[in-house]
């Protein structure tokens, strides 16, 4: 992996295969000041988010090549967040306006730690109104890696856009690489989320989880590796489970462990799994046997750690995604 340690992205030496996103893209206004309410709070800071896009965003600024299917307002917001993907080095030749519903926001309350939560305005929002025939199929055949979340699986259709989306990579031999990104205010309840959130979970060739998404699954031990083990199945070929500051565990068929996380100030937790997806998805685009290669898989997942790092130290996902440079840097500090 030499490439890692030159001061260019990873995936940018060799021309990168291209990873499409699927999902969703809204707007978080994140309080100015944290620990305090969204009642208490006196101002926000207007801030592009949503997983799926913001993994898109993390691949293209570390050099990969990036796509994003979804469905947005036709509104400011809506135009506003398909410029910030063009500007991000995103196709979005996959990204629709509906002329009905309004682009998607959210209201993120920060604790004091940097952690958050969601009110989430959506009634419907236009990404939830995706449909099967809206689909652009010929940009997931060109791409060799096809990534998602769970929130499209919510409601009719972009459920069912979701799932031919799917359908489609895996005819078209794509990777599929799933991040569950639990946000249980969006679910009717805790026990539709789990089972949303499983009902493709066996498509994915591989998946990225938090400890705490661990346990919700689960409904156990995050730290027990049986609990951990139990999301296992045949044929997924890696299983990532991120433990916030602590670093990460892997598992794949042949071999496990743990890597450790870097010590940043952390300011706001939003999109530091979607950096680190993105940077574990440009690697992985451009050399899959990493899911192999024990040595190899650590080194890309010490650059994914310190690209999540990173991506805490300010406010917003976006904004915040790291530069490989600024990542190789923090490797070489060291870790916690």
Not at 113 to 121: C, T
Not at 129 to 141: H, P
Not at 311 to 325: R, V
Request: charged share 20%; net charge negative.
């Amino acid at each position: 992996m030499a490439p890692l340690g030159d001061g260019v992205a990873p995936a940018a030496a060799a021309a990168p295969g291209l990873v499409v996103s699927f999902g969703e893209m809204l707007i978080d206004f994140v309080p100015d000041v944290a620990g305090v309410s969204l009642a208490e709070s006196g101002g926000f800071v207007k801030a592009p988010g949503g997983a799926p896009a913001n993994v898109a965003c993390a691949i293209s600024k570390l050099g990969g090549s990036s796509a994003f299917i979804g469905k947005f307002g036709h509104d400011e917001f809506g135009h506003m967040l398909v410029d910030i993907l063009k500007q991000n080095g995103v196709n979005a030749e996959g990204c629709l306006f509906d002329q009905q519903a309004r682009t998607a926001l959210a209201f993120v309350t920060l604790k004091s730690n940097g952690e958050r939560k969601f009110m989430f305005y959506r009634n419907p929002s236009a990404d939830m109104l995706l449909t099967e025939a809206e689909l652009n199929l010929d940009l997931i055949r060109r791409a060799s890696i096809f990534h998602y979340g769970s929130i499209s699986l919510i409601t009719e259709p972009c459920r069912s856009a979701h799932v031919a989306a799917m359908r489609a990579a895996k005819a078209g031999g794509l990777l599929c690489s799933y991040d569950p990104n639990v946000r249980l205010p969006l679910w009717p309840s805790a026990q539709a989320a789990r089972d949303g959130i499983m009902s493709i979970w066996k498509e994915a060739d591989f998946i990225k989880v938090s400890d705490e998404e661990v346990a919700f699954l689960t409904q156990g031990d995050a730290n027990d590796e049986k609990n951990v083990l139990s999301l296992w199945f045949e044929g997924l070929k890696l299983l990532i489970v991120t433990d916030g500051e602590k670093g990460c565990r892997y598992f794949t068929k042949d071999f496990k462990g743990s890597l450790p996380g870097y010590a940043v100030k952390t300011v706001d937790t939003t999109g530091a799994g979607d950096a680190f997806v993105g940077s574990l998805l440009v690697n992985v685009a451009k050399d899959d046997s990493i899911f192999y290669n024990e040595e190899k898989l650590r080194e890309v997942l010490q650059f994914s750690n310190a690209c999540g790092a990173i991506c805490t130290t300010q406010k917003g996902a976006i904004p915040a995604l790291p530069t490989t440079a600024a990542a190789l840097e923090l490797v070489s500090k060291g870790t916690n």
